[in-house]
């Protein structure tokens, strides 16, 4: 049996796993595998180890507080004392658990280091002491800690995986461009917010910007420009470590683990994100239309901690546009670390911006640009390539 029984949503399972790996790492045996063995029923496997378990950790999300499953292993853990209650979305609490002081990791972005996931882990520790564990009896393994990079500040760690590109055909306002696919991309670092104005400012002493603000995104930028602002700071830093990021990289940002037409779900609305509200997603409600950028850290950011990958500004990516590129992977199979086509006329636009429909700012949604071509609508984020430290 386990020394911490983990109830969450099976929808949040890319985010849990790191959580169970942590605490694993620690220690503790951890059960939070609903597979059912021959001969058990499910309310007798569950009840099984919810009485072995010595804590219940309960993961607190958007799907788990819907969870019929979820509120009653929460209750159990109640009545046993030893709950320990993680809020990895900003979520409401049903009326049986509005006293739960609950943990909130909703900045988490799986940072082992980060002061509230410790609060958590101590709180574990106080209640669930390591087990002392007679000699003959093995410990499963665990993986050794993943070596800790060292990233510029406001880049985050985005751990790599295999995920659908492009949108179903059921999608509204998808193009025959975005041809579903698998892919698979390695662990790269990405800024959370789209490069000011000011960062611009201090590397290349000036700023086309139409609209004027330090922490503005900056705009009116082509590809090459960027190239050469890219070179500047390499430069500068003497690493040679900057990049913008492939199309493949920015959309797995931008979902964060989700598979709907935006990271926040079915709709966006302009409370989320910056475009133009008068022509909303589907026939949701209208919203407002600032007909300008706004600041880089507007809105809250996605699963992965990044800000305004919907809207604002198109960004740039490395990759040569083709519109029949995706149906190409497709025959493939999975494809890894896609770079685009070898050549073309237009680089990958990709986010949608202020004066584009809630439509273009799908996460699927694709467009092009002429690499000197310049826009108020178009800005970019930065990808740093990590230096591991053991």
Not at 164 to 179: C, F
Not at 359 to 369: E, I, L, P, W, Y
Request: net charge neutral; aromatic share 12%; proline share 6%.
């Amino acid at each position: 049996m386990s020394d911490i029984f983990l109830s969450y949503s099976q929808k949040d399972e890319h985010r849990v796993r790191p959580i169970v790996r942590h605490l694993e790492s620690l220690g503790w045996t951890v059960f939070w595998d609903r597979n059912i063995p021959p001969g058990k029923t499910w309310d007798e496997y569950i009840e099984m180890h919810l009485d072995a378990a010595r804590c219940v950790v309960v993961v607190w999300s958007k799907d788990s507080v819907r969870s019929h499953w979820v509120k009653t292993e929460a209750e159990e853990g109640r009545r046993k004392q030893i709950l320990v209650p993680l809020k990895i979305d900003e979520v409401t609490l049903s009326l049986a658990f509005r006293h739960i002081q609950a943990a909130d990791l909703t900045a988490w972005n799986n940072d082992a280091s980060h002061v509230q996931f410790k609060a958590c882990i101590d709180a574990i520790a106080a209640l669930v002491p390591q087990p002392v564990r007679p000699a003959h009896v093995p410990v499963t393994p665990v993986e050794p800690p993943v070596a800790k990079p060292q990233l510029p500040e406001n880049f985050v760690l985005i751990r790599g995986g295999t995920f659908m590109m492009g949108s179903p055909e059921r999608e509204a306002d998808r193009s025959t461009n975005e041809t579903l696919h698998e892919v698979k991309v390695s662990d790269f670092a990405i800024c959370r917010y789209a490069v000011t104005q000011e960062e611009w400012q201090k590397v290349t002493g000036s700023n086309l910007s139409f609209f004027k603000g330090n922490n503005l995104p900056v705009e009116r930028i082509s590809w090459d420009d960027c190239q050469a602002f890219i070179k500047k700071l390499n430069e500068k830093t003497g690493g040679g470590n900057y990049r913008l990021p492939t199309e493949a990289e920015w959309e797995y940002a931008c979902r964060a683990g989700t598979t709907t037409p935006f990271s926040t779900g079915e709709n966006l609305t302009t409370g989320q994100a910056n475009y133009d509200g008068n022509y909303p997603y589907r026939d949701y409600p209208k919203g407002e239309y600032r007909e300008k950028t706004v600041p880089v850290d507007s809105f809250k950011p996605n699963g992965f901690g990044l800000y305004n990958m919907h809207g604002n500004v198109w960004e740039w990516c490395s990759d040569w546009y083709g519109s029949g590129y995706y149906e190409e992977c497709r025959k493939q199979g999975v494809v890894e670390n896609p770079q685009g086509l070898e050549t073309g006329s237009g680089r990958v636009l990709r986010g949608g911006g202020w004066g584009y429909d809630a439509g273009g700012c799908r996460s699927a949604c694709r467009s092009r640009g002429h690499p000197g071509g310049r826009s108020n609508l178009v800005g970019f984020r930065l990808v740093f390539v990590p230096q591991f430290k053991a």
